[in-house]
T-cell receptor
């Protein structure tokens, strides 16, 4: 198991539902990220938090809402999603924003299916 | 032109073969280059990290960066079935606001 834990592992939701994805790290990292991974596409950066402050929103639709209550926890709140939002959602953390020496530590992801 | 280009494969090789995985990029400001390995139903994990041009070796893995050609490679010697995974290249300019830019990933299968 990696140092970044994501729950749930799988999620099926209707387009009118509201659900939340959770990410937790106890690596002492100060930066956390949400990525979207779709088949045959590069990882898409969605949100960046550095020391609990959101530093980047990569033109993500408002139906995705992040929350970072502390440096160890990150949430992604979902509502009124579209079928094209079905993907693997990955959480990652790093020592600080744009830390390159040790890379990012990723969780195993939440496989989201919107029906 | 996409910032990072990577052939998604799939690539299938017999056990023991030398594997070559490649990425090209367009942004000459990139200075840090990484390879991540992603097993099925897992998140990516950092495999190799290289700064600027040159080679870096770690066991059976060698990473090469040619900044003049904007081309990076990962070589796997004596490939094993356990190397079967998707390999993603990633790169950044290293600035405090720089983001990791990923390729699509190449799916590799090593057959026993």
């Amino acid at each position: 198991e990696t140092g970044v834990t994501q729950t749930p592992r799988h999620l099926v939701m209707g387009m009118t539902n509201k659900k939340s994805l959770k990410c937790e790290q106890h690596l002492g990292h100060n930066a956390m990220y949400w990525y979207k991974q779709s088949a045959k596409k590069p990882l898409e950066l969605m949100f960046v938090y550095n020391f609990k402050e959101q530093t980047e929103n990569n033109s993500v639709p408002s139906r995705f809402s992040p929350e970072c209550p502390n440096s160890s926890h990150l949430f992604l709140h979902l509502h009124t999603l579209q079928p094209e939002d079905s993907a693997l959602y990955l959480c990652a953390s790093s020592q600080v924003r744009a830390s390159v020496g040790y890379g990012y530590t990723f969780g195993s992801g939440t496989r989201l299916t919107v029906v | 032109q996409k910032e990072v280009e990577q052939d998604p494969g799939p690539l299938s090789v017999p056990e023991g073969a030398i594997v070559s995985l490649n990425c090209t990029y367009s942004n000459s400001a990139f200075q840090y280059f990484m390879w991540y390995r992603q097993y099925s139903r897992k998140g990516p994990e950092l495999l190799m990290y290289t700064y600027s041009s040159g080679n870096k070796e770690d066991g059976r893995f060698t990473a090469q960066v040619d900044k003049s050609s904007k081309y990076i490679s990962l070589f796997i010697r004596d490939s094993q079935p356990s190397d079967s995974a998707t390999y993603l290249c990633a790169m950044t300019n290293g600035g405090s606001q720089g983001n990791l830019i990923f390729g699509k990933g190449t799916k590799l299968s090593v057959k026993p």
